[in-house]
């Protein structure tokens, strides 16, 4: 079993709290959630492709990053960091080139994992950050890029799995332009569709979603989904 610490990081209210609770709990509030201390959440997963189990301890801010006051005990032996921005608000992704991106290179060590998550996904209709330009930010600075949406679930064991591989396997590969990785990348995608399928149904029926508009975004989600 690998532990992995892994910090959740960007502006107040992208939704850092509740993609925590979303994929730690299965849970999602529509109210904006205090987090009240320093808080943490275990989640294990394995990882089929490197035959690896992985324990994620997710470390959620007590809402320092409103006062830019995250100490270095939050930073302090994290191997993953996930940096959220809310699509609907420009000035959270900006925020997330200007200064988180520093933050966690200035406080972190050299290989840690750096992950985007572009959450609210399900607000696509008013997003006012281009996928694209994140995505090609992203690409720039060596970060994988994930669409999300603490409240229909899109995308947040992509986010893990993907983080968690990454942090086992350097190398591991999660760009469009990535040759011949991207074919066993997309088996292996296809196989773990298959596998969540029933799931995916389960959490539509709890969440009372139509089940056509998430068909809508699922096929965004596919069609910008890479590997
Ligand atoms: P934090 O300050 O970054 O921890 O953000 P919270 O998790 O407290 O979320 C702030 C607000 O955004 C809450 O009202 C959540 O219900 C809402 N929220 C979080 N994630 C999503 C999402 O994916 N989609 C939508 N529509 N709302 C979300
Ligand atoms: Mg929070």
Redesign the pocket.
Known sequence: MLNCKVV?L??????????I?RYVNNT????????TGASYAYKTIHLKQYNKSIKFEIW??A?Q?RYRSLTKIFYKNASVAIL?Y?ITKKGSFNEIKNYWFNQVKNNSPNDIVIAIAA?????YEIEEVNEEEARNYAKSVGAIFIA?????SSGIEDLFKAVGSKFIDPNYCFEDDCGDDKKDCDKQNNDENNDNKTQKEDDYKKNNFKLEKDNKNDKRKKKKKCC
């Open positions: 959740l960007g502006e107040t209210s992208v939704g850092k709290t509740s993609l609770s999602f509030e529509t109210n904006s959630l205090t987090t959620d801010t809402g990053e959220c809310d959450n609210k996904s399900d607000l999300t949406s603490a409240m229909n």
